[in-house]
T-cell receptor
Framework: GENVEQHPSTLSVQEGDSAVIKCTYSDSASNYFPWYKQELGKGPQLIIDIRSNVGEKKDQRIAVTLNKTAKHFSLHITETQPEDSAVYFCAASYSTLTFGKGTMLLVSP | SQTIHQWPATLVQPVGSPLSLECTVEGTSNPNLYWYRQAAGRGLQLLFYSVGIGQISSEVPQNLSASRPQDRQFILSSKKLLLSDSGFYLC???????????FGPGTRLTVL
């Protein structure tokens, strides 16, 4: 089955800095790669996703890149704000989603 | 617009007691439905998914079972809870199996 590794497990940045979270996957058949943001005590919220026919996608301060050859994808957040503090999960899917273990992002004012 | 509900929001149950968690989706027909468990400090583990009424696929053998009695209703059950069943249970839905999923608010289960 699919295996998704996510790094780092925690990331602390200053407000205004950029944050990068990286994931690798094992199943070359996976073709859908979403990113979720989870605030404490709440369900995960989809923030951006990318499909295998695209190398990069951007939505305001958030961007995702995908390297299918190397089987890795990354989340980039620019101009971080305190409200970006949360746990972020990557996932990969061919038939069902397999999630990484999450990255706790802390943005200090 | 689509909305997904879960209840109860929190639950404290003794070991050996039964469990029933409910999930309902509004604003869509024939959704794919999913149950996940999230242990403290860990990722989301897919427990069950359903592509239609009465159709349940189990991803992980365990003490739990799932049922889908109606198109937009998904229930997670157990006959006898174990301590290891404690966790945050999340329901999700999607239009296409394995594609863009939307999560409910979750149920925090503590087994004592």
């Amino acid at each position: 089955g699919e295996n998704v590794e996510q790094h780092p497990s925690t990331l602390s940045v200053q407000e205004g800095d950029s944050a990068v979270i990286k994931c690798t996957y094992s199943d070359s058949a996976s073709n859908y790669f979403p990113w979720y943001k989870q605030e404490l005590g709440k369900g995960p919220q989809l923030i951006i996703d990318i499909r295998s026919n695209v190398g990069e996608k951007k939505d305001q301060r958030i961007a995702v890149t995908l390297n299918k050859t190397a089987k890795h994808f990354s989340l980039h957040i620019t101009e971080t704000q305190p409200e970006d503090s949360a746990v972020y999960f990557c996932a990969a899917s061919y038939s069902t989603l397999t999630f990484g273990k999450g990255t706790m992002l802390l943005v200090s004012p | 617009s689509q909305t997904i509900h879960q209840w109860p929001a929190t639950l404290v149950q003794p070991v050996g007691s039964p469990l029933s968690l409910e999930c309902t989706v509004e604003g869509t027909s024939n959704p794919n439905l999913y149950w996940y468990r999230q242990a403290a400090g860990r990722g989301l583990q897919l427990l069950f998914y359903s592509v239609g009424i009465g159709q349940i696929s189990s991803e992980v053998p365990q003490n739990l079972s799932a049922s889908r009695p109606q198109d937009r209703q998904f229930i997670l059950s157990s006959k006898k809870l174990l301590l290891s069943d404690s966790g945050f249970y999340l329901c999700a839905w999607s239009v296409i199996l394995g594609d863009e999923q939307f999560f409910g608010p979750g149920t925090r289960l503590t087994v004592l």
